[in-house]
């Protein structure tokens, strides 16, 4: 009777690991270690007698090794295997802003234009500067603070809106048949547009994959949203402020922001620079 000749490997081929695509580990590449759930963005590769290591720094600061070993790490929710990155250097494009647009080395902000930018609420205009800050300097845009849409009409009859002078609105969870729907069309006209994006709060427009998370919370009705937030990943004390601080130094550029809001925000830009400007 013949023996059947057997492979070192017997693991089922249904139960073996596929390879994971291999991710070159370049420099800023946010990515999360699976074993231990460290988040943070490359700062370096280096070759030791153990193998390639990398060393990542999350959004205080803080800087850890890893060995670069197959299904290590997690990109965007996905398994991937970190290379070194090649050696060669890549071809120097333009300087560009956090927004994405081309930087001018040397440019003085302008003097400012009649027309202004409002944004509802202090974390959303804390996110522009952040974002788009550099342009706005440079095209002589001046960014308001909206305490509340209610006081959106009273603004806008005080500021007097005309041709040289366009005023440009962002409000929070402006969606069909809510107040703040309402008082936007109240208030729009040919020199005043307001847009707004669709979620709860400004917190929502950052990727979690910039915040070291997978999803944001849904939040029950009637409770307060950023403290229900804070409570269901566990960032205690409960602190609003200090959480959205937390937030914010994940947003490094518009990459970590949802298109929803990078499209109102250049939309608002758009409007208030295409008026003729005095100078």
Known sequence: MRSRQYGPDLTPP??????????????????????TGFCGAVVRCEKTAQGPVVTLEDRFGKHRVFPMEPRGFLLEGRVVTLVRPSSAPAPQGPARTASGSIAVPGARARVARAGRIYVEGRH?????ERVWGDDLRIEGVVVEYLEGVDDLPAIVRSFAPGPDARLGVLVDHLVPGSKESRIATEVTGEHVLVVGHPYVDVW???????????EWPRVPR????????????GWRPVNTGAAWQRILSGVRSYKDLEPELLGRVEELIDFVTAAPDPR
């Open 14 to 35: 249904w139960k073996k690991q596929q390879p994971a695509p291999e991710v070159a580990a370049d420099a800023d590449l946010v990515v999360e270690e699976v074993t």
């Open 124 to 128: 959303d205009a804390e996110l522009v």
């Open 204 to 214: 929502e427009a950052v990727k979690p994959s910039s915040v070291g998370i997978t």
């Open 222 to 233: 009637g409770q307060d949203w950023k403290t229900g937030v804070c409570e269901a990943l």
